[in-house]
């Protein structure tokens, strides 16, 4: 039977970032804005919602890069720009899709996202295929935004119109997350996540009542709660049915397209048993895995004022070589 690859990575952590919690913080405190010119819309949804899209600069040709954000994130986020950044260099074109709730706007639904919303991005990628036909595709997934990506696939084997993607710090199992962010100084990382997310449902509560036990909600003080109070509203009996049917892990053998997976051993959002063999993967997913990193920080260079980003470099070496 085919399997996937895992490599070892070359990545080397700065020494001055020495340990997991100083490289997932350090990008999101200190990484610096970069100025990009981007045109925004608002794609409708068949079930009568939208999500809103940020993209590049225009390109009369050349591949298209979609890309997907992490829980909370936006085009604001680092490993956005930073990407899109490198898109544009290659006189490429780039999209972010923002999540439901995730852009300027509130949705229209009484729901927000998740981790398995790979429906939505199935129908953004249609939408990119019947507009440029003739351009190639490819996709970029981070945390919940790569899980997603990986999720959809795996859905989608052979269907999709993407050539190639590549996903950083997927939560592959996402009871195994859930779990261990109630644990050790993990714990920080789920009660700020869970303060941005109810600050938003209730604000979204103001304009429209939402299908949930809104008391409960607020006393949720652990992903497993949240995620347990928001199950049904997004079409799963409980969190563990939600974490059953949406963890990507499962998705990985039916992947059809050249994928690239960059993992830390040390992610502070999940634990190493989380991590697939190779026999979960089929041969076209690479699993680059790195000693150190965190989530979605891999911060190398001796320079702290000068930063370098391992995203950045594989995003770099990997697209070029599937697309030039």
């Known amino acids: 039977m085919t399997q996937g690859t895992i490599i070892d990575s070359e990545f080397k952590t700065a020494c001055w970032l020495p340990e997991r919690h100083s490289q997932t913080l350090f990008p999101t405190l200190f990484r610096r804005p970069i100025p990009l010119t981007l045109t925004e819309e608002v794609l409708e949804l068949p079930d009568g919602d939208f999500v809103e899209l940020a993209w590049t600069e225009p390109t009369l040709s050349g591949p298209i890069i979609a890309l997907f954000h992490g829980l909370e994130g936006s085009i604001d986020s680092g490993y956005v720009q930073g990407v899109l950044k490198i898109v544009r260099d290659f006189g490429w074109q780039g999209v972010l899709m923002h999540f439901r709730t995730c852009g300027k706007k509130g949705n229209r639904l009484p729901r927000w996202y998740h981790s398995g919303d790979s429906p939505d991005i199935d129908y953004f990628?249609?939408?990119?295929?019947?507009?440029?036909?003739?351009?190639?595709?490819?996709?970029?997934?981070?945390?919940?935004g790569g899980n997603?990506?990986?999720?959809?696939?795996?859905?989608?084997?052979?269907?999709?119109?993407?050539?190639?993607?590549?996903?950083?710090?997927?939560?592959?199992?996402?009871?195994?997350t859930s779990e261990h962010l109630t644990t050790g100084f993990s714990r920080i990382y789920q009660r700020h996540l869970i303060n941005l997310v109810r600050k938003k449902v209730m604000e979204k509560h103001k304009v429209m009542p939402l299908p949930i036990d809104l008391d409960e909600f607020k006393q949720a003080n652990t992903f497993y709660l949240v995620d347990n109070v928001a199950a049904k509203m997004h079409g799963f009996d409980s969190a563990d049915d939600y974490y059953n049917k949406s963890s990507a892990r499962q998705y990985l053998k039916s992947i059809t397209v050249p994928t690239l997976v960059l993992h830390s051993q040390n992610d502070p959002f999940m634990t190493p048993e989380?991590?697939?063999?190779?026999?979960?993967?089929?041969?076209?997913?690479t699993l680059e895995l790195t000693k150190t990193g965190g989530h979605v920080g891999f911060v190398y260079g001796r320079n702290p004022l000068k930063p370098k980003y391992w995203v950045d470099k594989r995003f770099r070496e990997f697209f070029e070589e599937q697309f030039l």
Do not use: C, H, W
């Not at 959809?152 to 710090?169: D, F, I, N, Q, R």
């Not at 989380?274 to 997913?285: C, G, N, Q, R, W």
């Open 274 to 285: 989380a991590i697939p063999t190779a026999a979960e993967l089929s041969s076209k997913v």
């Open 148 to 176: 997603a990506l990986l999720k959809y696939l795996g859905e989608k084997g052979k269907e999709t119109p993407l050539s190639a993607a590549m996903a950083v710090s997927v939560p592959f199992d996402l009871s195994n």
């Open 125 to 144: 990628i249609q939408v990119l295929r019947e507009r440029y036909p003739d351009r190639p595709l490819g996709a970029f997934g981070v945390s919940l």
